[in-house]
């Protein structure tokens, strides 16, 4: 397990943002995957694609241009290849109605960017490192929102 | 008086007429029969005279024929004798008038019969001895016996007579006695029907004189009801009508006229004529309300466009209703009453209504903007600073270190005012459920999430009992804390902060901040603390948004936690008020409705 590598997929149309995702990633000791995509259209063609490596998380960004997350969210919950997939919300906002929302909606976690570079890598290395398989089944809505 | 009252005196009326009626007419025909009984034995009285008068006169006829006869005797002159015959005849005529009178008398009858037959008798004798010659000696024998005779049996007929003169005045006497009886009545009689009169007719015309003055104080007061009525249509533009839907009688009030631009019953009300005054494109609304009156007894009531006579377009509303009595027969009644004011009001209301709730939801996006949007660039901003803080920051100049960790405190301030911006705005935003909350409760949570504050400050809390009501219980949570908060914040160096937090109920006339002069009752709830306080000048300003008495330097703050109070507590209908005393402390106070 240790030496197996993580497979991540970010979804994110913001720049500065993909380069501190990729930035943190770096500097994190776990050896990771990371694949980017810069909006939810990207995405879904991506995912769809059948060659691929499924990644074990998904980072998805709600505020994109053309497909949001939470669309791209509800699409990834319809197709049974994905079940396994952990899904990260990785958003700017921390308003009741986007969290709600997207747990109703079947997300794992809820993490709302961190303002400050090593803030970002703790919460990174943390949810690279819950075992979501566990997680689902105590699923619920207090440790939706990562909180460090 | 009314209606119901008013009938049971005319019932009350009626049985009395009838009583009196009854009562009247009893002592009448009493007093009819008693004088009929007097007249009776008025007659009687008169009856017994005139038997006396006419046993008299017999007596005085007898005593004629005796002396006549007499006469004869001595003159044999034919004049007595004639005399004799006309005494005869009269006392013939007395008998057959005695006979008459004594009808109904059995015991003057009696005495009558035997009367008569001695006075036949004496005129057989008296007769006899006119034929007889009287010269001769043993004829003056037989005369003298004859004349003796006479005398004997003239003596018995006055006796006779005398007797039934005498029973004749024992019957007067006891009439006339039953009669002075009776009549004395008669004046207590006449006076009783007088008296009983009288009473009716003073009573009747009491009673009809206060019946009189009802009916016109009831006709006066319909008058002024009327009047007013007609006035109050006039001032509030309504006007009414009836329509006998089974005689298709449709009548309009004076101001309905008015109200099409007409003059009062200047035309004679119909369906058609109307809807000539109705605006072309709402005659179906007329019609389409008619037909549900007519089929589904549904009352009509719209709002229908009408171009007066002098071409003026109105707005009219109608309201109508169905009556039906027990016959089934079906009267519309309604209103029309032109609302074209409260119409245009109601429109310029509503769109300004809409403008209204556009720029407010223009607000509302604006505020995401803010607070949202601005916050992607303000993270970055952070993030890169944090990456400088950590990479970079050795390798520059003094000056660049000192400016770059200004450029740092800003940027945290600027986050801390979004974020307080946001709270702000969602304390609108957010859905309020109002529930029952012991604010015992929310205090408690409110002190643990003060928890570290209070130990650090070594403060001290003091709550009485406070009440339970039904708020948006975060909201109010967030209240306590941002007031608690404030003064722990704004507390004096070096003196333990005290919090005392006092509730009572109160009305609202007594303190003029609620601008309600009535009795309402509120829930007051102070929050007074030793600390800094402020000057009171600036006891309104504090509530503004972004307004501050402190230099961020020595307090840091957004000037947001304030306005936000302010506005949970109008979220909740409530009111709050601030209360300075520089350098002694301050009052908080808000005001829920109980």
Redesign the interface.
């Known amino acids: 397990m240790q030496n197996e590598r993580i497979h991540i997929l970010l979804a994110e149309d913001?720049e500065?943002?993909r380069l501190?995702f990729s930035?943190a990633f770096e500097e994190i000791k776990i050896k990771t995957i990371i694949k980017m995509v810069n909006d939810g259209v990207e995405l879904m063609n991506y995912l769809s694609q059948p060659d691929i490596v499924l990644p074990n998380i998904l980072f998805l960004d709600l505020n994109m241009p053309r497909k949001t997350g939470i669309d791209c969210l509800k699409e990834i919950k319809e197709i049974d290849r994905f079940k396994d997939m952990a899904i990260a919300i990785y958003s700017?906002?921390s308003?009741?109605e986007d969290i709600e929302e997207t747990f109703v909606k079947g997300a794992n976690v809820y993490i709302k960017?961190?303002?400050?570079?090593?803030a970002?890598k703790k919460i990174l290395s943390e949810v690279i490192t819950i075992n979501f398989q566990y997680q689902t089944s105590g699923l619920n809505r207090d440790n939706f929102i990562l909180n460090l | 008086m009314n209606f119901k009252n008013f009938l049971s005196s005319s019932f009350l009326i009626k049985s009395v007429f009838i009583g009196s009626l009854v009562i009247l007419i009893f002592i009448s025909s009493v007093s009819y029969k008693h004088t009929l009984v007097i007249t009776d034995l008025a007659e009687l009285v008169t009856h017994s005279y005139e038997v006396r008068i006419e046993l008299e006169q017999l007596n005085s006829r007898l005593t004629d024929a005796e002396s006549a006869k007499q006469g004869y005797m001595l003159s044999k002159d034919s004049i007595f004798f004639k005399a004799f015959n006309n005494a005869h005849a009269k006392v013939n005529k007395s008998f057959f008038k005695l006979n008459q009178l004594a009808a109904n008398n059995l015991r003057q009858q009696n005495n009558l019969d035997s009367l008569y037959g001695l006075i036949n008798f004496r005129f057989e004798n008296l007769s006899d001895s006119f034929k007889e010659t009287p010269d001769t000696s043993h004829q003056a024998i037989t005369l003298k016996k004859n004349l003796r005779d006479g005398k004997k049996l003239m003596d018995k007929i006055h006796i006779q007579i005398q007797n039934m003169i005498n029973l004749e005045i024992i019957y007067l006497h006891e009439r006339q006695k039953k009669y002075e009886n009776e009549i004395s009545f008669t004046p207590i009689f006449t006076f009783l029907v007088f008296l009983f009169s009288l009473i009716v007719f003073v009573f009747s015309y009491f009673k009809i004189n206060e019946n009189l003055f009802i009916l016109k104080k009831a006709n006066k007061q319909l008058i002024i009801t009327t009047e007013s009525f007609k006035q109050a249509e006039e001032i509030a533009n309504i006007s009414s009508w009836y329509w006998d839907l089974e005689l298709n009688l449709l009548v309009y009030s004076d101001n309905l006229y008015r109200l099409l631009g007409c003059e009062p019953q200047s035309f004679k009300p119909s369906i058609k004529k109307f809807l000539e005054f109705v605006h072309p494109s709402d005659i179906h609304l007329i019609i389409q309300g008619d037909e549900e009156v007519v089929n589904d007894n549904k009352p009509p009531t719209a709002i229908f466009r009408v171009i007066r006579k002098d071409g003026e377009l109105r707005y009219f509303k109608s309201i109508g209703k169905v009556l039906i009595d027990k016959n089934g027969k079906k009267t519309l009644i309604g209103i029309n009453s032109d609302v074209t004011e409260q119409y245009l009001s109601n429109v310029s209301l509503e769109e300004r209504n809409q403008e209204l709730e556009r720029t407010n939801k223009e607000l509302a996006s604006f505020n995401h903007v803010a607070s949202?949007d601005l916050?992607?660039p303000?993270?970055?901003i952070?993030?890169f600073i944090?990456?400088i803080a950590?990479k970079e920051v050795l390798n520059m100049s003094e000056t660049g270190k000192d400016y770059f960790s200004r450029i740092h405190t800003a940027v945290d301030r600027m986050?801390i005012l979004i974020n307080d911006l946001l709270l702000f705005s969602?304390t609108n935003k957010?859905e309020k459920i109002f529930e029952p909350t012991d604010f015992n409760v929310l205090l408690e949570n409110v002190q643990q999430e003060l928890a570290q504050a209070i130990e650090d400050k070594n403060a001290v809390i003091e709550a009485g009992n406070l009440p339970t009501l039904n708020v948006i219980p975060f909201q109010i949570q967030q209240l306590f804390t941002n007031l608690i908060g404030n003064s722990l914040k704004y507390s004096k160096p070096n003196v333990v902060p005290v919090v005392k937090i006092r509730s009572e109920l109160i009305i609202a006339k007594d303190y003029p901040i609620l601008k309600m002069d009535t009795t309402k009752k509120y829930y007051k709830i102070s929050f007074t603390d030793n600390g800094l306080g402020f000057e009171q000048e600036y006891a309104e300003n504090i509530f503004i948004l972004f307004r501050r008495l402190h230099h961020v330097k020595e307090y840091p703050g957004t000037g947001i936690g304030l306005s936000i109070c302010k506005k949970i507590v109008e979220n909740h209908a409530g009111f709050i008020e601030a209360e300075g005393n520089l350098g002694i402390g301050s009052t908080f106070t808000v005001f829920f409705p109980a």
């Open positions: 913001d500065d943002d501190f930035d700017t906002s308003s009741e960017k961190p303002s400050d570079f090593s970002l | 949202h916050q992607e303000l993270r970055k952070q993030t944090s990456r950590e986050r969602s957010i």
